[in-house]
T-cell receptor, first 112, second 109 residues
Framework: DGGITQSPKYLFRKEGQNVTLSCEQNLNHDAMYWYRQDPGQGLRLIYYSQIVNDFQKGDIAEGYSVSREKKESFPLTVTSAQKNPTAFYLC???????????FGSGTRLTVV | DAKTTQPPSMDCAEGRAANLPCNHSTISGNEYVYWYRQIHSQGPQYIIHGLKNNETNEMASLIITEDRKSSTLILPHATLRDTAVYYCIVRVYGNKLVFGAGTILRVKS
């Protein structure tokens, strides 16, 4: 079955370390997105990519980086510059601009 | 994209219809109304979307007022598994999805 796979489901990181969250889709979707969700709040857009080798900053890109070397993959790196990285991270994709989004099941990152 | 206003929470009895309202008084002619829901600690799930006509699918119905300033998502026979946060989003095709705080729907037996 097609879908979006995020890994790992839970991730613990020490302060000062970079960490990379994986997002893979086999839906042949062009666009991919990363959102962050804090407890009791809605989702906020970090980065998005409409096409391979191209991506744009969302509303809260500071302290994060992404790459889009393959259509299927859109990894997110949480760098040590991100002041408050503990959150629930969600990856999404869609086929074209008119489609609804398909979301992954999320990665819960905790800084210890 | 226009902003939306939703009640922070609602309760519904199991088996009854759940009617979730959304105000979007500044909506423009080319903006669609989308509904997603998020069950605790999972990714959001697409429910339905529409422009001006009422829409129905296997999950829900979407009723949009004639002036398009508000809409209602209807879950015809709510079950305990429908307990979730429901997001109403107004979006121009091609724009990014912007999520607000949503409505917490609690379905009670």
């Amino acid at each position: 079955d097609g879908g979006i796979t995020q890994s790992p489901k839970y991730l613990f990181r020490k302060e000062g370390q970079n960490v990379t969250l994986s997002c893979e889709q086999n839906l042949n979707h062009d666009a991919m997105y990363w959102y962050r969700q804090d407890p009791g709040q809605g989702l906020r857009l970090i980065y998005y990519s409409q096409i391979v080798n191209d991506f744009q900053k969302g509303d809260i890109a500071e302290g994060y980086s992404v790459s889009r070397e393959k259509k299927e993959s859109f990894p997110l790196t949480v760098t040590s510059a991100q002041k408050n990285p503990t959150a629930f991270y969600l990856c999404a994709s869609n086929l074209n601009r008119d489609d609804g989004y398909t979301f992954g099941s999320g990665t819960r990152l905790t800084v210890v | 994209d226009a902003k939306t206003t939703q009640p922070p929470s609602m309760d519904c009895a199991e088996g009854r219809a759940a009617n979730l309202p959304c105000n979007h008084s500044t909506i423009s002619g080319n903006e669609y109304v989308y509904w997603y829901r998020q069950i605790h600690s999972q990714g959001p799930q697409y429910i339905i979307h529409g422009l001006k006509n009422n829409e129905t699918n296997e999950m829900a119905s979407l009723i949009i007022t004639e002036d398009r300033k508000s809409s209602t998502l209807i879950l015809p026979h709510a079950t305990l598994r429908d307990t979730a946060v429901y997001y109403c989003i107004v979006r121009v095709y091609g724009n990014k999805l912007v999520f607000g705080a949503g409505t917490i729907l609690r379905v009670k037996s």
